[in-house]
Antibody, heavy 117, light 110 residues
């Protein structure tokens, strides 16, 4: 069974940093690109970032470029999102998701990030 | 950047009805990389349809996707109580690389 289990939830002050984790199981981790997608409270889904199978290529939404870093540890089967210079508009539920055919076929349970003073 | 517009914003139907949800793109969607997701309150989204018309694993054949170019449709043939949720379409564009979601259609019980 494919599972993506997230951790790293937090309340962070503006300008602060936080790292999210997503532990994968039930599939060959190195066969898939991985993504982060976020959802502000009461709002729709917004893609944040993706990384290829071996971490050689990454890509970001303009809204987080230069502030967020996606990475993966294939030995630990874990995906990460390092977030810095956090702003109020980064407050959201963050999902990790497995990429397939340029869509997202499995999702983590979500991790709430609240940026507030 | 391609913008996806879903209609209607809210669809009120009864169990047993047929639901037709629309997703229109501001430019042609490359490779027909168009997916549909269902999201229930407090849950992560679930992939229903990928590559415009292929059902994801474990998805009922009551769900079907169609379309091409800029106009795409998700059809639910006979609504069950568990189908009432918010539905999102999503596309991939390679230049620049971006994955875009529509704003969602809420399917509610009439």
């Amino acid at each position: 069974e494919v599972q993506l289990v997230q951790s790293g939830e937090g309340l962070i002050q503006p300008g602060g940093s936080l790292t999210l984790s997503c532990a994968a199981s039930g599939f060959t981790f190195t066969d898939y690109w991985m993504h982060w997608v976020r959802q502000a409270p009461g709002k729709g889904l917004v893609w944040v970032s993706r990384i290829d199978s071996y971490g050689n290529s990454t890509h970001y939404a303009d809204s987080v470029k230069g502030r967020f870093t996606i990475s993966r540890d294939n030995a630990k089967r874990t995906l990460y999102l390092q977030m810095s210079s956090l702003r109020g508009e980064d407050t959201a539920l963050y999902y990790c998701a497995r990429g397939s055919y340029r869509n997202f076929d499995y999702w983590g349970q979500g991790t709430l990030v609240t940026v507030s003073s | 950047e391609i913008v996806l517009t879903q209609s209607p914003g809210t669809l009120s139907l009864s169990p047993g009805d047929r639901a037709t949800l629309s997703c229109r793109a501001s430019q042609s969607v490359s490779g027909n990389y168009l997916g549909w997701y269902q999201q229930k309150p407090g849950q992560a989204p679930r992939l229903l349809i990928y590559s415009t018309s292929s059902r994801a694993a474990g998805i009922s054949d009551r769900f079907s996707g169609s379309g091409s170019g800029t106009d795409f449709t998700l059809t639910i043939s006979r609504l069950e109580p568990e189908d009432f949720a918010v539905y999102y379409c999503q596309q991939y564009d390679s230049s620049p690389e971006v994955y875009t979601f529509g704003q969602g259609t809420k399917l509610e019980i009439k």
